[in-house]
């Protein structure tokens, strides 16, 4: 069974950075698409970015040129560097891990960006 254990969100003002972490266990990391989601208060959960198991990334276009998705397959961990943060970027943070045949989430943190 896999894990996914998300750390880094916290609270910052807006204008702030904060880099999400989220570690996997198992030992299918190389091969899984990973991507980080979010789900605001009354809203649907999102995709924020994804990167490939070859490093091909995709990003909301809302986050585009501000969010950066990393992953370091020595460490069976993928990254979310957040910067330029809004109030809107407010949300609990879910990391995803997938292929055809499985699908992983994780617990979430939450990310509170004030004005």
């Known amino acids: 069974q896999v894990q996914l254990v998300e750390s880094g969100g916290g609270l910052v003002q807006a204008g702030g950075s904060l880099r999400l972490s989220c570690a996997a266990s198992?030992?299918?990391?190389?091969?899984?698409?990973m991507g980080w989601f979010r789900q605001a208060p009354g809203k649907q959960r999102e995709l924020v970015a994804l990167?490939?198991?070859?490093?091909?990334?995709n990003y909301a276009d809302s986050v585009k040129g501000r969010f950066t998705v990393s992953r370091d397959n020595t460490k069976n961990t993928v990254y979310l560097q957040m910067n330029s943060l809004a109030p809107e970027d407010t949300a609990v943070y879910y990391c995803?891990?997938?292929?055809?045949?499985?699908?992983?989430w994780g617990q979430g943190t939450q990310v509170t960006v004030s004005s």
């Open positions: 990167i490939s198991s070859g490093g091909v990334t």
């Open positions: 995803r891990q997938w292929s055809g045949t499985y699908d992983y």
């Open positions: 198992g030992s299918i990391f190389k091969t899984s698409v």
